[in-house]
């Protein structure tokens, strides 16, 4: 079952984080439950020069780093 927004500040507080920080986390957490986040843009290629990269493919790249973690 997920967490309400007061549970996760409730969690963090928990946690030790301080009680400004634990009520803006939580608020995030509703913003980006939302679909606040939910957008790309082309920043990664205009400022690298190329196409930016899946996570999948950054991990296959660079997996013999991976391997002894």
Do not use: I
């Given at each position: 079952m997920p967490q309400s927004p007061e549970q996760a500040r409730d969690g963090?507080?928990?946690a030790g984080l301080d009680q400004w920080?634990?009520?803006?986390?939580?608020?995030?957490?509703?913003?980006y439950?939302?679909?606040w986040g939910d957008f790309t843009n082309d920043h990664v290629e205009r400022v690298?020069?190329?196409k930016p990269r899946t996570f999948a493919e950054f991990a296959h790249?660079?997996?013999e780093h991976f391997a002894s973690v």
């Open positions: 963090l507080l928990q920080s634990a009520e803006v986390l939580a608020e995030y957490r509703v913003a439950g939302s679909g690298v020069g190329r790249d660079h997996r």
